[in-house]
């Protein structure tokens, strides 16, 4: 079966084969990608034939960067939401349709992996990343929050990881990935076409043997010091006790944080905390009504504007500072 030439879908032996196939965006996702990878799934989804799917990406570059969001923002200044509305709702319908897939999903994740890359990825059981492969959920740069079931999946990684990854942007390897939860196997980009031949051939017990030993975890000395501080009640606790902290991890943490919007540390410390007590199904929701309320914040078509559109990377945030944040307006975008 063929879909659009931004994603090719077709039969391979025993497995059904997506390929997100816009190299030269790096794989990022609009609405009609994510209705192409929709309709594959639908249609393997009681196909005897096909016992399985994978899902790869085109390229050497990025597995999939994540969705179109200059895109979105020029629906956000124009204040036409109705786009917007379609954009959510069906990638967070697919989100779940992933994580209730009846038949194994397997995804080869080779290169940038972001934001809706991830949410084509983290929600399957098996999640294979190469030695090229970088996870980030970059969001709050751009004055949004990380979403695609950010606030279920983040606060289920070990400890305070998952928070630090959420508010940070912090970008993770493909072997930390692996260790922090994200990824469930560790195969290096040479053995990725054998892999993905194996499992075509003889199903998902190729995982076991096309798989790598797992290089240390890249976080694990800053691990104590990531539990420590972010398992702070607020931001300003939270940044508080990472100035108490006397390493270069600490400092290039601040430095981090201090660059991003400071009303998105904000909101999307609220809703990981939230979204420990939620279903899957609970946090997509409650992440739909959050991208109606922050996308109308300044924040968001600047950050944009800063990152994506006219990349100065120098974001004029409103307020600017993380002691100007008023506790009535984040309270107030979530209703």
């Not at 816009?22 to 594959?40: E, S, V, W």
């Not at 379609?86 to 967070?92: I, L, N």
């Not at 990981?272 to 609970?282: K, P």
Request: overall charge negative; glycine content about 8%; hydrophobic content about 50%.
């Amino acid at each position: 079966m063929a879909t659009e030439d931004s994603v090719i879908a077709r039969r391979d032996g025993r497995a059904g084969r997506v390929l997100i196939n816009r190299p030269k965006a790096l794989n990022a996702l609009d609405l009609p990608m994510i209705r192409a990878i929709a309709a594959a799934l639908e249609a393997w989804r009681d196909d005897p034939q096909v016992h399985l799917v994978m899902i790869e990406g085109a390229g050497e570059r990025a597995f999939c960067a994540g969705g179109d969001i200059r895109a979105l923002r020029q629906h956000q200044l124009e204040g036409n939401r109705a786009p917007a509305d379609a954009f959510f709702a069906e990638e967070y319908a697919l989100n779940r349709a992933i994580a209730e897939y009846p038949k194994p999903y397997v995804a080869l994740i080779d290169g940038i992996c972001m934001g809706g890359g991830i949410g084509v990825s983290v929600h399957a059981p098996y999640r294979v990343a190469s030695e090229h492969a970088m996870f980030a959920m970059p969001e709050t740069a751009i004055g949004f929050f990380p979403d695609i079931g950010a606030s279920f999946f983040l606060p289920r990684l070990p400890g305070q990881v998952g928070v630090y990854l959420g508010l940070t942007g912090a970008r993770v390897s493909g072997a930390d990935a692996v260790h922090a939860g994200l990824a469930t196997h560790f195969t290096p980009r040479a053995a990725m076409p054998a892999l993905a031949a194996a499992l075509a051939e003889e199903g998902i017990a190729a995982l076991a043997t096309h798989a790598a030993p797992l290089p240390a975890f890249g976080l694990a000395e800053a691990r104590p010091a990531i539990d420590r501080c972010f398992s702070a009640a607020t931001i300003p606790e939270l940044l508080a006790r990472l100035a108490t902290e006397d390493s270069a991890w600490a400092r290039e943490t601040l430095a981090a944080l201090g660059a991003v919007s400071p009303s998105a540390l904000f909101w999307t410390l609220r809703l990981l905390r939230e979204g420990v007590d939620r279903t899957l199904a609970q946090c997509l929701a409650a992440e739909f009504a959050l991208t109606r309320t922050t996308m109308a914040h300044p924040d968001f078509v600047e950050g944009v504007r800063a990152m994506v559109v006219d990349k100065d990377r120098k974001p004029r945030w409103s307020p600017a500072r993380v002691e100007d944040v008023q506790a009535a307006t984040i309270a107030a975008l979530f209703g």
